[in-house]
């Protein structure tokens, strides 16, 4: 194998691992987590938000920041877990509820 082209090959598998990253969009850093008792007494549901990430580093922060850009997506600045599963092999998994609340 040509020298340039075998060092190029580690770049291409670091870039393809942080490729899978999901970041926060804009206003998604404003969604909080929000208690059952706080979402009885100051939320109204938009629906229910259900996330995965099977690949990449830190699949259950991904997962959750997918779910935090839904909500934002929706119109939501709170979010209510209902589930989260991580599975080294499967990957890990976000199920909540899309909050409007009153903060």
Same mark, same amino acid.
């Given at each position: 194998?040509?020298?340039?082209? $075998?060092?190029?090959?580690?770049?291409?598998?670091?870039?393809?691992? #942080?490729?899978?990253?999901?970041?926060?969009?804009?206003?998604?850093?404003?969604?909080?987590?929000?208690?059952?008792?706080?979402?009885?007494?100051?939320? $109204?549901?938009?629906?229910?938000?259900?996330?995965?990430?099977?690949?990449?580093?830190?699949?259950?922060?991904?997962?959750?920041?997918?779910?935090?850009?839904?909500? #934002? $997506?929706?119109?939501?600045?709170?979010?209510?877990?209902?589930?989260?599963?991580?599975?080294?092999?499967?990957? #890990?998994?976000?199920?909540?509820?899309?909050? $409007?609340?009153?903060?």
């Amino acid at each position: 194998m040509d020298r340039p082209f $075998r060092n190029f090959l580690p770049l291409v598998g670091i870039l393809f691992i #942080a490729g899978c990253a999901t970041s926060l969009e804009s206003g998604a850093e404003k969604v909080q987590v929000v208690t059952a008792n706080q979402k009885e007494r100051l939320c $109204r549901s938009l629906g229910v938000v259900s996330t995965e990430q099977r690949v990449g580093p830190n699949k259950p922060s991904n997962a959750m920041n997918k779910a935090l850009n839904e909500v #934002a $997506r929706r119109g939501g600045n709170g979010i209510f877990v209902v589930s989260s599963n991580t599975d080294w092999a499967e990957g #890990a998994s976000v199920t909540a509820e899309a909050l $409007r609340c009153n903060f």
